[in-house]
């Protein structure tokens, strides 16, 4: 079974300041991804990066970087220059290889960004 | 635009009605998928398809039944042997082969008075 932790239900983070929304995981599958997502109040979910169990470089998408550290399992999410657009839901997820799109989701962490 | 549409948004019934949700996407993907989110939980997966013809139960599937006989379609029916099935519900999709990013719909929230 897989398990995803988020332990952060809400933080304030000022514009154009660095954040890092953590999260932890449990599982028991060799080979596996972990994603975030972006939930603003409007309801979507927007797929913000993604990394692989066997990727040997850190996952990088604009201002989102993943710091992947495999042996503590943990994949914390970094958004740097935070903007206001940026408050919103965030979700890790993971999933096995051998299933995709048969995510496990943490229960998220509420962003706000203020000016 | 290509994308995910799901219908009605918003959508009030009375306990014991069944209620269908819907979801087409024109992203040409192989897979869709429907979620369930509560309030301050991330999201469950109920079921999925990766291909047309065929789905699979997700981890919450009890109350629910899908079915997917088109591509682009993925219709959702909250049976009333659901026992509680107010939640936000989010359809998404991919392309079967590649990595679990996943397309989301803008959600239906379902309540039940």
């Known amino acids: 079974a897989q398990k995803i932790t988020q332990t952060q239900p809400g933080m304030f983070v000022q514009e154009k300041e660095a954040v890092t929304l953590d999260c932890t995981y449990d599982?028991?599958?060799?080979?596996?991804?972990l994603f975030w997502y972006k939930q603003p109040s409007s309801g979507e979910m927007i797929f913000l990066i993604y990394?692989?169990?066997?990727?040997?470089q850190n996952a990088t998408e604009g201002r989102y970087s993943l710091n992947f550290q495999k042996a503590r399992k943990s994949a914390n999410l970094v958004i740097s220059a935070s903007q206001l657009g940026d408050s919103a839901m965030y979700f890790c997820a993971m999933s096995p290889t051998d299933s995709w799109g048969k995510l496990q989701f943490g229960a998220g962490t509420q962003v706000v960004v203020t000016p | 635009d290509g994308g995910i549409t799901q219908s009605p948004k918003y959508l009030f019934r009375k306990e014991g009605q069944n209620v269908t949700l819907s979801c087409e996407q024109n992203?040409?993907?192989?897979?869709m998928y429907w979620y369930r989110q509560d309030p301050g939980q991330g999201l469950r997966l109920i079921y999925y398809s990766q291909i047309v013809n065929d789905f699979q139960k997700g981890d919450i599937a009890e109350g629910y039944s899908v079915s997917r006989e088109k591509k682009e379609s993925f219709p959702l029916t909250v049976t009333s042997a659901q026992k509680n099935p107010t939640a936000f519900y989010l359809c998404?999709?991919?392309?079967?082969?590649?990595?679990?990013?996943?397309?989301f719909g803008e959600g239906s929230r379902l309540t039940v008075l």
């Open positions: 990394q692989g169990s066997y990727d040997q």
């Open positions: 998404a999709s991919s392309w079967a082969s590649r990595t679990g990013e996943l397309f």
């Open positions: 992203l040409n993907h192989d897979a």
């Open positions: 599982t028991s599958d060799p080979s596996y991804g």
